[in-house]
């Protein structure tokens, strides 16, 4: 089990993910993890996409329905949140993958 988190960086996560409500943007909790990133906090996606999941399930993402979409070829199928009525299939992903010559380890090093 991972240690809890900052609460300002939950307040984040938070804060990022309703702005992509409002604005009734389609996206994963990866798109809201890589934002909170840019911000400059320095978490894992494994250790934040949790709180993106919960807010959908307690009720905090309103007008919204989520579904499993295969978003990257070979890899697992990931949960799109999208306004109801709207199809997940349109999603993009909104992140751009890393270098070539750069690891995911390599963004945590300083």
């Known amino acids: 089990m991972s240690k809890p988190l900052d609460p300002l960086l939950v307040g984040t996560i938070q804060q990022v993910t309703l702005d992509k409500v ?5 996206f994963t909790a990866f798109d809201v ?3 909170v990133q840019n911000m400059g906090h ?3 996606h494994n250790n934040m996409k949790e709180h993106v999941h919960e807010l959908f399930t307690t ?3 309103t007008g919204y329905d989520r579904t499993l979409v295969a978003v990257e070829q070979g890899k697992p199928e990931a949960w799109v ?3 109801q009525g709207v199809d997940a299939r349109t999603y993009t992903p909104t992140y ?3 270098p070539n010559n750069m690891t995911p380890g390599a963004f945590y090093q300083g």
């Open 59 to 61: 009720g905090q993402m």
């Open 42 to 44: 320095r978490e894992r």
């Open 22 to 26: 409002a604005k009734n943007e389609l």
């Open 33 to 35: 993890s890589r934002t």
């Open 81 to 83: 949140y999208h306004p």
């Open 96 to 98: 751009q993958p890393l």
